[in-house]
């Protein structure tokens, strides 16, 4: 896994997992991550949608309609208070239709547009939950990486089932939070007052003004983003950062890996790997984890700092730490690895139902097979 973290002041990133770069002031602010056991949190179901505009940007290229959540505070990007009844109106439906593939469900707006090809069903809400206590594990329940005291905005996208806003929101009272997806799932009687979350593209440009943001978060974008994307979808982050601001970034590595070696191309997880980044090569940058580093120094970032987290997918681990994670990794990568793979082997590789169970079946096999020792990179 990636995390990069770059501050803008120069702004800030983290590595092809966890990226994270700060300035050369700050170098000595990060403090090792500190260990702690994951957060539960409420489980989440389909809301209803309004459509919400966006406040035009200063430079005067026009801002599109975003797609906010009826019920939810209303995005204002000055200080003015809007009305979610009074500012929001029914959503057309094609943002609500969804299409059914081997009983799962997806959006038919983002199939359509080539946006984003997981499941939007309430299987696929509970593996995200269950995910985000995994990451919580693996970040010792640090939230935020770089040292900001008292954030006043902070940008969330791809928000997913909106854990990671909420916590944020929640240990940030007097922060205003605003989380950025093509399809939400969150229940808005359960969100905190400060926290407003909006469906909107994020391969389209920001429309957010420039030094808006204390923080941008991205985490696990790279089945969402287009590829030609990556480069000012970056841009737009740094754009939006205030000066000394970051951006924090977390990407898995799809391509699984061992750690002694014994994963071949005659493994299902192999081949699970290879035919999902190559079903998607055309339109979705699988490997963009490894390359934040570049994008975030081509974008004009200071002081990128990109670490590689190993993600072990159960439990082989002789360290007791990385052994807990790979335990409560273990359901989430039974789940996911069918998720990622149903509609690009089904669909664009046109694998036959008995094909891709028959793959997948192998695939959780191993991963679970401690002695392979499989992890993927973070």
Same mark, same amino acid.
């Given at each position: 896994?990636?995390?990069?973290?770059?501050?803008?002041?120069?702004?800030?990133?983290?590595?092809?997992?966890?990226?994270?770069?700060?300035?050369?002031?700050? !170098?000595?602010?990060?403090?090792?991550?500190?260990?702690?056991?994951?957060?539960?949190?409420?489980?989440?179901?389909?809301?209803?949608?309004?459509?919400?505009?966006?406040?035009?940007?200063?430079?005067?290229?026009?801002?599109?309609?975003?797609?906010?959540?009826?019920?939810?505070?209303?995005?204002?990007?000055?200080?003015?208070?809007?009305?979610?009844?009074?500012?929001?109106?029914?959503?057309?439906?094609?943002?609500?239709?969804?299409?059914?593939?081997?009983?799962?469900?997806?959006?038919?707006?983002?199939?359509?547009?080539?946006?984003?090809?997981?499941?939007?069903?309430?299987?696929?809400?509970?593996?995200?939950?269950?995910?985000?206590?995994?990451?919580?594990?693996?970040?010792?329940?640090?939230?935020?990486?770089?040292?900001?005291?008292?954030?006043?905005?902070?940008? =969330?996208?791809?928000?997913?089932?909106?854990?990671?806003?909420?916590?944020?929101?929640?240990?940030?009272?007097?922060?205003?939070?605003?989380?950025?997806?093509?399809?939400?799932?969150?229940?808005?009687?359960?969100?905190?007052?400060?926290?407003?979350?909006?469906?909107?593209?994020?391969? &389209?440009?920001?429309?957010?003004?420039?030094?808006?943001? =204390?923080?941008?978060?991205? &985490?696990?974008?790279?089945?969402?983003?287009?590829?030609? !994307?990556?480069?000012?979808?970056? &841009?737009?982050?740094?754009?939006?950062?205030?000066?000394?601001?970051?951006?924090?970034?977390?990407?898995?590595?799809?391509?699984?890996?061992?750690?002694?070696?014994?994963?071949?191309?005659?493994?299902?997880?192999?081949?699970?790997?290879?035919?999902?980044?190559?079903?998607?090569?055309?339109?979705?940058?699988?490997?963009?984890?490894?390359?934040?580093?570049?994008?975030?120094?081509?974008?004009?970032?200071?002081?990128?700092?990109?670490?590689?987290?190993?993600?072990?997918?159960?439990?082989?681990?002789?360290?007791?730490?990385?052994?807990?994670?790979?335990?409560?990794?273990?359901?989430?990568?039974?789940?996911?690895?069918?998720?990622?793979?149903?509609?690009?082997?089904?669909? !664009?590789?046109?694998?036959?139902?008995?094909?891709?169970?028959?793959?997948?079946?192998?695939?959780?096999?191993?991963?679970?097979?401690?002695?392979?020792?499989?992890?993927?990179?973070?």
């Amino acid at each position: 896994m990636t995390t990069d973290v770059q501050r803008n002041d120069k702004a800030i990133a983290t590595p092809s997992s966890v990226l994270l770069a700060v300035s050369p002031a700050l !170098r000595t602010a990060f403090p090792k991550l500190n260990r702690g056991s994951g957060i539960a949190v409420k489980m989440p179901y389909r809301p209803t949608l309004g459509l919400n505009p966006v406040v035009e940007r200063p430079d005067s290229l026009g801002a599109h309609l975003a797609l906010a959540l009826h019920g939810f505070p209303v995005c204002m990007l000055s200080d003015g208070h809007g009305s979610p009844d009074s500012e929001t109106e029914a959503l057309d439906d094609v943002y609500l239709e969804t299409i059914t593939i081997q009983s799962r469900v997806f959006q038919r707006f983002s199939i359509d547009h080539q946006i984003f090809f997981e499941p939007v069903d309430g299987e696929e809400a509970e593996r995200l939950e269950l995910q985000h206590q995994v990451f919580n594990k693996v970040f010792d329940n640090r939230l935020i990486f770089p040292p900001i005291p008292r954030p006043q905005k902070i940008l =969330d996208c791809g928000y997913g089932t909106g854990s990671w806003a909420i916590e944020a929101a929640e240990q940030h009272p007097k922060c205003k939070v605003i989380g950025l997806d093509i399809y939400p799932y969150m229940n808005p009687d359960d969100i905190p007052d400060n926290l407003c979350l909006q469906v909107d593209d994020l391969n &389209r440009p920001f429309t957010f003004p420039p030094n808006h943001f =204390d923080l941008v978060h991205s &985490r696990l974008l790279a089945t969402g983003i287009n590829r030609d !994307r990556w480069p000012s979808y970056i &841009r737009d982050i740094k754009r939006v950062l205030k000066p000394g601001g970051w951006v924090q970034l977390v990407e898995i590595y799809f391509n699984v890996q061992s750690d002694n070696g014994s994963i071949t191309e005659q493994h299902a997880l192999r081949q699970w790997s290879t035919q999902l980044m190559g079903s998607l090569e055309e339109v979705k940058d699988l490997r963009v984890g490894t390359r934040l580093r570049n994008l975030l120094t081509a974008a004009g970032l200071a002081e990128v700092d990109a670490r590689m987290i190993p993600l072990p997918l159960s439990a082989w681990s002789n360290d007791p730490r990385m052994r807990d994670i790979g335990a409560a990794n273990r359901d989430n990568v039974k789940k996911l690895l069918p998720a990622l793979g149903l509609y690009p082997f089904t669909q !664009r590789l046109r694998m036959t139902p008995q094909q891709f169970a028959e793959l997948i079946a192998r695939a959780q096999q191993e991963a679970d097979t401690h002695n392979l020792k499989a992890y993927f990179p973070l």
